[in-house]
């Protein structure tokens, strides 16, 4: 196990196309999260799982964004009917209890919506 | 509100000089504040952290509840510190160890 992993690591869609990623986390990490980070900002929390269940969505995140973490270990996130504003870099972390809380990161899927 | 100010988008600065990266928040309970730390073409990592009053790499930095600061510090910087910093904050004893994040700053040191 190296570390996070997310997959793809750049996607280029046209607006209104439906998009997932895939987030595969340190396995013995519990809790995973996801963020989005568009440029000059920092990462912008959109949702999080303990285990497989999805305990706290982002008040910004639109219904068309949703995700899902089946039997606890990878998580996917889809965006559906894309929009330009969409474009961004999504983060995916992961953490339990024994890493006091520190949140390792994945390289990050960057979204590109033409 | 919960909200991380990290107010310079840039720094630059002479090795071997000091940098202090600054940090505030507004958070209404106990905060947990970490530095994360992003070099080139790498991932977010972990600098360090309030709670482990730790140096690490030679950065040290301090929680001030009256100033609401966690500046981040380091007395004689080197070229490989030139990084993406961010401050971030998430909420002691809460379950879901959100993080929130400042905008990050931008650290150049020049040879």
């Known amino acids: 196990d190296t570390g996070v992993s997310q997959n793809p690591r750049h996607k280029i869609t046209k607006r209104g196309q439906n998009v997932t990623f895939r987030c595969d986390p340190i396995s013995e990490h519990n809790r995973l999260y996801w963020y989005r980070q568009t440029l000059g900002q920092g990462p912008e929390f959109l949702t999080y799982?303990?285990?497989?269940?999805?305990?706290?969505k982002s008040r910004l995140l639109s219904d068309r964004f949703s995700a899902e973490r089946p039997k606890g270990s990878f998580s996917t996130l889809e965006i559906q009917r894309t929009e330009q504003g969409d474009s961004a870099m999504y983060l995916c972390?992961?953490?339990?209890?024994?890493?006091?809380?520190?949140?390792?990161f994945g390289p990050g899927t960057r979204l590109t919506v033409l | 509100a919960q909200r991380v100010t990290q107010p310079e988008k840039l720094l630059s600065v002479f090795k071997g000089a000091p940098v202090e990266l600054k940090c505030n928040y507004s958070?209404?309970?106990?905060?947990?504040l970490f530095w994360y730390v992003q070099y080139s073409r790498q991932r977010l990592q972990l600098l360090l952290r309030?709670?482990?009053?730790?140096s690490i790499k030679g950065f040290t930095a301090d929680l001030n509840k009256g100033e609401t600061s966690f500046h981040l510090k380091k007395p004689f910087a080197q070229e490989e510190d030139s990084a993406m910093y961010y401050c971030?904050?998430?909420?002691?004893?809460?379950?879901?160890?959100?993080?929130?994040w400042g905008a990050g700053t931008k650290l150049i040191i020049k040879p």
């Open positions: 972390a992961s953490t339990d209890t024994s890493s006091y809380n520190e949140q390792f």
């Open positions: 799982f303990q285990n497989e269940a999805q305990l706290e």
């Open positions: 971030a904050l998430s909420g002691w004893g809460e379950s879901n160890y959100q993080l929130i």
């Open positions: 309030h709670i482990s009053r730790e």
């Open positions: 958070y209404s309970g106990s905060p947990e």
